[in-house]
């Protein structure tokens, strides 16, 4: 190599030589060998990684279907009845002339309103449902009933 530096100091010419010493070769890793397992570690463990992030998704995705089916069955054993039970007193007490018209409209609307979050809720439950059915597919000779309802057997 010959650099040209500057005024103040004088030309450069230097001499490179590399000999390659074929020193304990038996112990030495080719080095496109160990290049093509490190790209096959590195892809081990990005499968590893997104196996993992699927399946913590996926067993939050059971969770919030087994929240939403008990929330879905205390709305209908719970709170629907007692929206009924609530229009029901509200009318009788209208006819009574203890209630006006405006107490047994608010008393209906919050029975519907009800009726509806519970709708809403049933509908968000056969959502994720279709969604873990699809990422689980069960075999055809397996009903879909028994896995439906194998919480409550717990």
């Given at each position: ?150 919480k409550d057997a717990q």
């Open positions: 190599m010959y650099s040209q530096r500057g005024p103040a100091y004088s030309n450069m010419i230097s001499v490179a030589l590399s000999v390659p010493l074929q020193w304990d070769r038996t112990n030495r890793q080719d080095r496109d060998l160990a290049s093509k397992l490190a790209l096959l570690d590195q892809a081990r463990a990005e499968r590893e990684d997104m196996l993992r992030a699927h399946t913590a998704e996926v067993r939050a995705m059971i969770a919030e279907w087994e929240n939403d089916r008990e929330r879905s069955a205390r709305n209908e054993h719970e709170l629907l009845p007692l929206a009924a039970e609530r229009t029901q007193a509200t009318l009788a007490a209208y006819r009574g002339a203890k209630a006006s018209l405006t107490d047994v409209l608010v008393s209906r609307r919050s029975e519907i309103d009800v009726r509806l979050q519970t709708l809403q809720l049933h509908m968000d439950t056969a959502r994720l449902w279709a969604q873990l059915n699809f990422l689980i597919p069960l075999d055809d000779t397996m009903d879909h009933s028994i896995v439906y309802h194998s």
